[in-house]
């Protein structure tokens, strides 16, 4: 959380667009829930339009339907982690016989440490992969996202997605995960 991966996302359809090619952005329909709309929006401010998505959608008919096609320079798919392994695949054969490159932004795992199926396949599956870097409290890389309540305690159960609730997640090196896990509180410095 909180790596920029969403400013990544919005500044590489910006540079597309400043060279007059056109992107597509996709959102999951989970995640833009109506006070936002349809709108990929980052932590810095900056937003952009987008299409949701959701398990059943398809991308191969969406841009084969799309009357724009032939103009289509890139798609970029934000919180990717919740595509499906039939729409990763349905991606691979976009940038396979259609030729158009895709740029997919989102987490590895859940906040049990998880593999997210969309990330499952894109791991197993992408051309290339880049690793946008956030940091624990302790300067170290934070590799580990835990779901904590407004009242600082850390879950360690419960279902992948939760929605409307008062948790927010943090990150935090894989110690220091193992730390607040065992604690069930999340460390905000070394000597708590
Ligand atoms: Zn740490």
Same mark, same amino acid.
């Given at each position: 959380?909180? $790596?920029?991966?969403?400013? =990544?996302? @919005?500044?590489? =359809? #910006? ?18 829930? *109506?006070?936002?709309? !349809?709108? &990929?929006? *980052?932590?810095?401010?900056? /937003?952009? %339009?987008?299409?949701?998505? /959701? ?5 191969? /008919? ?24 039939? !729409?990763?695949?349905?991606?691979? /054969?976009?940038?396979?016989?259609? +030729? ?6 989102? @987490? ?5 440490? +998880? ?14 992969? &880049? ?33 409307? %609730?008062?948790? *927010? #997640? ?6 220091? #995960? ?7 509180? $999340? @460390? ?5």
């Amino acid at each position: 959380m909180n $790596a920029g991966k969403t400013t =990544s996302l @919005l500044q590489s =359809s #910006y540079n597309y667009n400043e060279r007059g090619m056109n992107t597509l952005c996709f959102l999951p329909k989970c995640m833009s829930v *109506s006070e936002r709309g !349809q709108k &990929i929006h *980052s932590r810095i401010g900056i /937003d952009g %339009g987008a299409t949701c998505f /959701d398990e059943s959608f398809s991308f191969c /008919d969406f841009v084969n339907g799309d009357v724009t096609r032939d103009k289509i320079s890139c798609l970029l798919i934000d919180e990717a982690q919740f595509l499906t392994k039939l !729409q990763v695949y349905e991606l691979t /054969d976009i940038v396979d016989f259609m +030729n158009i490159p895709i740029l997919t932004y989102g @987490l590895r795992t859940d906040f049990l440490q +998880n593999l997210f199926e969309g990330s499952k396949y894109l791991l197993a599956w992408a051309d290339e992969l &880049i690793e946008i870097k956030t940091i624990c409290f302790c300067g170290k890389k934070a590799t580990m996202t835990a779901r904590v309540s407004s009242d600082g305690r850390v879950f360690n159960s419960g279902e992948q997605l939760a929605f409307g %609730g008062n948790e *927010s #997640y943090i990150s935090f090196c894989r110690k220091h #995960y193992k730390m607040s896990l065992e604690r069930g509180v $999340a @460390l905000v410095c070394e000597d708590q």
